[in-house]
């Protein structure tokens, strides 16, 4: 059963645009989500993540927003660039639970200048 | 600030060979270490995890298995590898927050 779900193995955005990750989530006891960046041959890399107890956070070109109603979280990057083009995973977490993290099975984003 | 080291970052080894890949964490005590691989066109898989000397959890049955003999020290072997067991394989660390991963290990079973 996966309990963390990326439907779309692939994007494909212009540079300069928004770019929309999507990811969906089955456990409800889920309570801290996370967006990793992955290249080729190297280690997942933190990039933002959002509490269960807020609807949005941002960093920079990076915002996460949660919706918990709906177990659907999403990742804009704004405005998108080349360098931006890497694997992105969705991961979930109960705090104070098992400490397992739970990976979607990623969206390969492609950022064409 | 905190780092994690895991090597080799590649690795060739034949069928039926044993395997031993480390893994260990700077600048922090009592982490939660973790063990997962990402099979080739497929997600990030966890095997095992630990949140303290000696305490090992395994998520897959397989060919593999873990051990803690110190806090920041973390690592995976195997008896006999087999072909499947290639892929890449990834240490990560957390202490009450983000996972922060190693660079990984590119192993591949001939």
């Known amino acids: 059963d996966q309990q963390v779900k990326q439907n779309s193995p692939s994007l494909s955005v212009q540079e300069g645009r928004i770019s929309i990750l999507n990811c969906d989530y089955t456990n409800s006891m889920f309570d801290y989500f996370l967006w990793y960046k992955k290249y080729p041959a190297e280690g997942p890399t933190f990039l933002i993540s959002?509490?269960?107890?807020?609807d949005k956070n941002e960093d920079g070109r990076f915002t996460v927003f949660l919706n918990k109603s709906a177990k659907h979280l999403s990742l804009h990057i704004v405005p998108s660039q080349p360098g931006d083009s890497a694997v992105y995973f969705c991961?979930?977490?109960?705090?104070?639970?098992?400490?397992?993290?739970?990976f979607g099975k990623g969206t390969k984003l492609t950022v064409n200048p | 600030s905190q780092t994690i080291h895991q090597w080799p970052a590649t690795l060739v080894q034949p069928v039926g060979s044993p395997l031993s890949l480390e893994c260990t964490v700077e600048g922090t005590s009592n982490p939660n270490l973790y063990w997962y691989r990402q099979a080739a066109g497929r997600g990030l898989q966890l095997l095992f995890y630990s949140v303290g000397i000696g305490q090992i959890s395994s998520e897959v049955p397989q060919n593999l298995s873990a051990s803690r003999p110190q806090d920041r020290q973390f690592i995976l072997s195997s008896k006999k590898l087999l072909l499947s067991d290639s892929g890449f394989y990834l240490c990560?660390?957390?202490?009450?927050?983000?996972?922060?991963f190693g660079q990984g290990t590119r192993l591949t079973v001939v």
């Open positions: 990560a660390w957390s202490r009450l927050g983000p996972v922060y």
């Open positions: 959002i509490s269960s107890i807020k």
């Open positions: 991961a979930a977490i109960t705090q104070g639970g098992s400490e397992k993290l739970v």
